[in-house]
């Protein structure tokens, strides 16, 4: 073959490869088919942070607060006309027992309940109308129960045990009446008996008594209406 010939068949080969690649070459692939996105939860805004409000102090909710211990006065605090503590005129001699407990004896088929030695407190009952009366007594009287302690609950005006006779007079007024009684003391037997003088404030329309020794109250006694 001659050499004219080998070069005209490599040209037409290659002619022939060129344009077989460019037929592959100008092929476009297929597109991959797209991928869906996985479905997301709606986002949900947070609310902004808000600042508590400044206290002077620790604040303590009202059914937690604490409260102010009662005190033995606020206890048998003596209200005129209404009763002493949680004992009222009216009540039967049950109802007594129920709020103060047993007494340390009865007098007159239980028309007298004394607890002089516990609270230096004497109350009378009438078995039809309850309680009439109560009395509240100081160790201090010129003639002392034995045993017998100082009552030591309050007026609704802060009059107590040994309170003076102008601070009586200061918190309710001139008395209506004033009365005297002469108390004998029994002593040592072969000593002379002595003699006290009581002073007893009344005022009527509270129905309250002041018994005083030496210008200091010794014994209060209020009646019911």
Same mark, same amino acid.
């Given at each position: 073959?001659?050499?004219?010939?080998?070069?005209?068949?490599?040209?037409?080969?290659?002619?022939?490869?060129?344009?077989?690649?460019?037929?592959?070459?100008?092929?476009?692939?297929?597109?991959?088919? +797209?991928? =869906? &996105?996985?479905? $997301?939860?709606? *986002? #949900?805004?947070? @609310?902004? +942070?808000? =600042? &508590?409000?400044? $206290?002077?102090? *620790? #604040?303590?909710? @009202?059914?937690?607060?604490?409260?102010?211990?009662?005190?033995?006065?606020?206890?048998?605090?003596?209200?005129?006309?209404?009763?002493?503590?949680?004992?009222?005129?009216?009540?039967?001699?049950?109802?007594?027992?129920?709020?103060?407990?047993?007494?340390?004896?009865?007098?007159?088929?239980?028309?007298?309940?004394?607890?002089?030695?516990?609270?230096?407190?004497?109350?009378?009952?009438?078995?039809?109308?309850?309680?009439?009366?109560?009395?509240?007594?100081?160790?201090?009287?010129?003639?002392?129960?034995?045993?017998?302690?100082?009552?030591?609950?309050?007026?609704?005006?802060?009059?107590?045990?040994?309170?003076?006779?102008?601070?009586?007079?200061?918190?309710?007024?001139?008395?209506?009446?004033?009365?005297?009684?002469?108390?004998?003391?029994?002593?040592?037997?072969?000593?002379?008996?002595?003699?006290?003088?009581?002073?007893?404030?009344?005022?009527?329309?509270?129905?309250?008594?002041?018994?005083?020794?030496?210008?200091?109250?010794?014994?209060?006694?209020?009646?019911?209406?």
């Amino acid at each position: 073959m001659s050499r004219r010939k080998y070069a005209g068949i490599l040209i037409t080969f290659a002619c022939g490869a060129a344009l077989l690649l460019a037929v592959v070459g100008c092929r476009k692939k297929p597109a991959a088919p +797209p991928v =869906e &996105a996985a479905p $997301t939860e709606p *986002t #949900v805004a947070e @609310p902004a +942070p808000t =600042e &508590a409000p400044e $206290t002077s102090g *620790t #604040v303590v909710p @009202p059914d937690t607060a604490p409260t102010a211990p009662r005190t033995v006065e606020d206890e048998m605090q003596v209200v005129p006309l209404v009763g002493v503590g949680p004992v009222k005129f009216g009540m039967s001699r049950g109802q007594v027992l129920e709020v103060l407990g047993q007494p340390e004896r009865t007098a007159g088929r239980g028309r007298a309940i004394y607890y002089l030695t516990s609270r230096g407190v004497r109350i009378s009952i009438d078995l039809r109308r309850g309680v009439r009366s109560i009395e509240c007594w100081s160790a201090q009287h010129p003639r002392p129960s034995p045993g017998m302690v100082t009552f030591s609950g309050k007026t609704e005006k802060g009059i107590g045990m040994g309170a003076s006779r102008e601070e009586i007079v200061a918190a309710y007024g001139e008395p209506e009446t004033v009365d005297e009684e002469i108390v004998r003391l029994r002593g040592d037997p072969e000593r002379v008996e002595s003699e006290v003088l009581l002073e007893k404030l009344w005022y009527g329309q509270l129905r309250m008594t002041f018994v005083l020794t030496e210008g200091h109250l010794v014994q209060l006694k209020v009646e019911g209406p």
